[in-house]
């Protein structure tokens, strides 16, 4: 690192680093010089930790995980043979013998609580003939590698791995348990990861705190500008169904209760209806830190988002031209699949169109029902409610010791940057660990947009994992190692 946040070579940030630690040394200003001396005193080789990690993501990436089936078990059976090399040793849980769950301890002396580092073995499915390279193959391109996974989440998979490894070489000394959890079916299917080893196997992955995916890091020119924390997200509401009915009928003879007409009129209202803004801890410290770092049109916006005579006006422009922070802000609602009639000359007895509903942590279900129904106005089209949604939880705190902790990193790291707490407007395993009372943050590497998640050519930069490696080591040295 430098004074300006650019990136460096490994052996120039450990120069960099002990500079830090001995100013700080000398001038008594850093809170957590303790733990930041014994990081450097024990200071990994990044560069070849990164490295390593790259071969771990490459090999993980090569099995195919894609839920449906899932076939996890594969996955958590290769992250097992890893640590077993090193004399870690680990055990794979499962709901399904498929579809496997792995989970390490390296055991600190008790005087805190546990840190649980999770990322999913899963991916979601690939449209081949859309990809320039095979999408299990690995390929290395341009400083890049390439699969299904290697952002979401097999990457964050191998960092977490690595970490472990450096922690039992160097024998850091901790006061924590550092638990991995290498969960399944975090893409659609929790009842086999994530439920399951909060159901069945709680007492292996119980943790004051915990760190997974949902945060992300931008950069540019090779500087970092933002660290994304994700201390809450919205709630997946699934299932949500509009569906009118209507007679049948011969299409030569149109009819007025036409249920593709009713649907298509019902539709248009929700599509264009926007639930009210609310904002919470979160977003309104999200907001209020982007501003500062924002051009003066864009910070001017942010910072007058209450303002009473201005809001109205602000949300519509976020609506047009700045949807992430648009949908973060409210209860979002996106009709995605419509379907109806068979032949083109028969008038169908129903019609549906399905919801893709993002909820606030806080937002009412039944009251939101009740507002979809008044403003769809029309007894012939019905309503449902969802089937299944993760659970909602508070959102984790912005003066707990972990969001210290990896707000104090960013600073030593990239002193230039800004700590961004974010609500993920998707939604990870997180939500059941926050529901159980654990404060959860999500993290991850550098991720300019969105390097391909869920679509086509995912990838990661190879420097950004060994990046990613060295926060996601000195935050876990910096909360769980002893004194």
């Not at 990690?53 to 993980?60: F, G, P, Q, S």
């Not at 899932?70 to 794979?92: C, R, Y």
């Not at 999500?442 to 300019?448: L, S």
């Amino acid at each position: 690192m430098t004074s300006r946040g650019t990136i460096l070579p490994p052996p120039l940030r450990r120069v960099a680093l002990a500079l830090v630690v001995l100013v700080c040394g000398v001038c008594g200003v850093y809170a957590g010089r303790a733990s930041l001396a014994r990081t450097a005193a024990q200071e990994p080789d990044f560069s070849r930790a990164g490295e390593e990690a790259i071969r771990t993501l490459r090999a993980l990436v090569r099995i195919d995980t894609s839920n449906p089936p899932g076939n996890e078990t594969l996955a958590a059976e290769h992250v097992q043979s890893v640590l077993d090399e090193a004399d870690i040793s680990s055990k794979i849980l499962a709901l399904d013998p498929t579809r496997g769950n792995l989970v390490a301890r390296l055991e600190g002396n008790g005087s805190k609580r546990p840190l649980l580092l999770m990322a999913h073995t899963d991916v979601v499915g690939v449209e081949r003939a859309d990809w320039t390279v095979d999408p299990f193959g690995g390929v290395i391109r341009g400083g890049h590698l390439y699969g299904r996974g290697a952002s979401d989440d097999k990457g964050q998979l191998a960092a977490m791995v690595q970490v472990m490894l450096l922690l039992h070489r160097g024998q850091v000394p901790l006061a924590r348990d550092v638990i991995l959890l290498a969960e399944s079916g975090e893409e659609g299917t929790t009842e086999v990861g994530i439920d399951f080893m909060v159901e069945r196997h709680w007492d292996e992955i119980d943790a004051e705190f915990a760190l997974n995916e949902g945060g992300q890091m931008t950069e540019s020119g090779g500087t970092i500008e933002t660290v994304s924390i994700a201390t809450t997200e919205k709630v997946p509401w699934r299932g949500i169904k509009l569906i009118a009915h209507g007679t049948a009928g011969h299409g030569s003879a149109p009819r007025l209760d036409n249920p593709v007409v009713r649907l298509a009129a019902a539709v248009a209202k929700v599509g264009t209806y926007q639930s009210p803004m609310r904002l919470n801890e979160t977003t309104r410290a999200y907001l209020n830190r982007l501003a500062a770092t924002s051009p003066p049109d864009v910070a001017f916006r942010y910072r007058n988002l209450e303002n009473p005579r201005l809001s109205a006006s602000i949300q519509d422009q976020l609506r047009e031209a700045d949807i992430g922070v648009n949908s973060m802000l409210r209860t979002s609602i996106s009709p995605n699949i419509i379907s109806g009639g068979f032949r083109r000359n028969v008038i169908p007895t129903e019609a549906e169109a399905e919801l893709d509903v993002r909820a606030l942590p806080d937002e009412d279900l039944d009251q939101f029902l009740t507002t979809l129904r008044e403003l769809i106005d029309d007894p012939a089209v019905e309503l449902t409610a969802p089937t299944g949604m993760r659970p909602a939880a508070p959102p984790s705190s912005l003066d707990s010791e972990l969001f210290n902790a990896l707000e104090r990193v960013q600073q030593q790291m990239f002193p230039e940057a800004v700590t961004l707490p974010t609500m993920l407007v998707a939604a990870t395993d997180s939500a059941q660990i926050r529901a159980k009372g654990v404060q959860a943050y999500g993290v991850g590497m550098i991720r300019n947009n969105m390097s391909g998640v869920h679509g086509t050519d995912e990838r990661i930069s190879i420097e950004g994992l060994a990046l990613f490696v060295e926060y996601l080591y000195r935050v876990v040295v910096e909360i769980a190692g002893a004194d």
